[in-house]
């Protein structure tokens, strides 16, 4: 069946779907975004990303184009009409269309933008299974990675060098030596001394919503956790590491820059997280 996208109000054939040429979050990445995984129909974590998202858009001064619920129908049809079981649902609103310029239009529509791909679910298990080796790499990016931009060009280079090195991705570290995040993931340790790491959320990470609820889900199994920065050296001599995301759930690391953490295999905390996140997430009433 043909895949369909939904833009501006209209629900379209994916291949059909377009732009204006003066939308701005073409012109100068003037929009912001959000994903959703769809495991079992089952959207994960949905009041978390819609809060995250209105915070996105009041950073940006852009207004919401659509209430939360009617945004939300959208998203159940879009699914529906892909038949969409084990996937994503990408979500993108811009500015809206005006005529080039840098200071913000004083009349312009946002613009919504709602694709959905189905994703091998399995395929994920098994990665997850393994475990993933990523690189360090400089973290050149802008001061506000919290707010969740289409602006991912550094993201995108870094992940490419990485995959060219032949790691599967890349963790950046700042201009103190700590560890900031993935390139699309949040990233956490459990130190030599047992407890659950992750960096706190400030200006410097992009607050995962998963990492949110990994957070809460580590605290109701009675691990110790601690917000607090890591260095790569830490992160060589902790038990684990793991990253969070939308798309990877909770997904071992076993290995930096060619080095092996730990046993250089998934250990029982990141298992038993990614376990217990997907057991609670699928277990969801549907709507």
Not at 69 to 97: A, C, F, P, W
Not at 214 to 227: D, H, R, S
Not at 239 to 262: H, L, N, Y
């Amino acid at each position: 069946m043909p895949r369909i996208a939904y833009v501006d109000g209209q629900f379209v054939r994916h291949g059909d779907a377009s732009v204006h040429v003066e939308d701005r979050g073409l012109q100068f990445g003037d929009a912001v975004y959000e994903v959703w995984a769809v495991r079992n129909g089952i959207l994960f974590d949905s009041e978390g990303h819609l809060a995250r998202l209105a915070r996105s858009l009041a950073a940006l001064q852009i207004k919401a184009p659509r209430a939360d619920q009617s945004l939300m129908i959208v998203v159940r049809e879009l699914m529906t009409r892909n038949k969409l079981k084990d996937g994503l649902v990408y979500l993108q609103i811009s500015r809206g269309v005006a005529r080039r310029d840098h200071p913000f239009p004083a009349h312009s529509r946002p613009s919504i933008i709602l694709t959905a791909r189905p994703m091998n679910m399995a395929q994920a298990d098994a990665r997850a299974a393994k475990g993933i080796q990523v690189q360090t790499r400089p973290d050149n990016r802008w001061g506000r990675v919290d707010i969740k931009t289409v602006n991912l060009l550094p993201n995108v280079l870094a992940k490419q060098a990485a995959l060219e090195a032949g790691f599967q991705d890349a963790w950046f570290i700042d201009g103190s030596g700590m560890v900031t995040e993935g390139t699309a993931q949040n990233a956490w340790i459990v130190d030599s001394t047992g407890t659950l790491r992750t960096r706190p959320a400030t200006h410097a990470i992009l607050r995962g919503i998963t990492r949110d609820t990994i957070i809460k889900t580590a605290q109701a199994l009675g691990f110790a956790f601690e917000e607090k920065a890591f260095s790569r050296d830490e992160a060589l001599q902790a038990r684990e590491a793991f990253i969070t995301s939308a798309t990877s759930f909770v997904t071992p690391v076993i290995g930096i820059d060619g080095e092996k953490i730990g046993e250089g295999a998934p250990g029982p905390i990141a298992r038993k997280l990614r376990e217990t996140y997907l057991s609670q997430q699928t277990s969801v009433k549907k709507p």
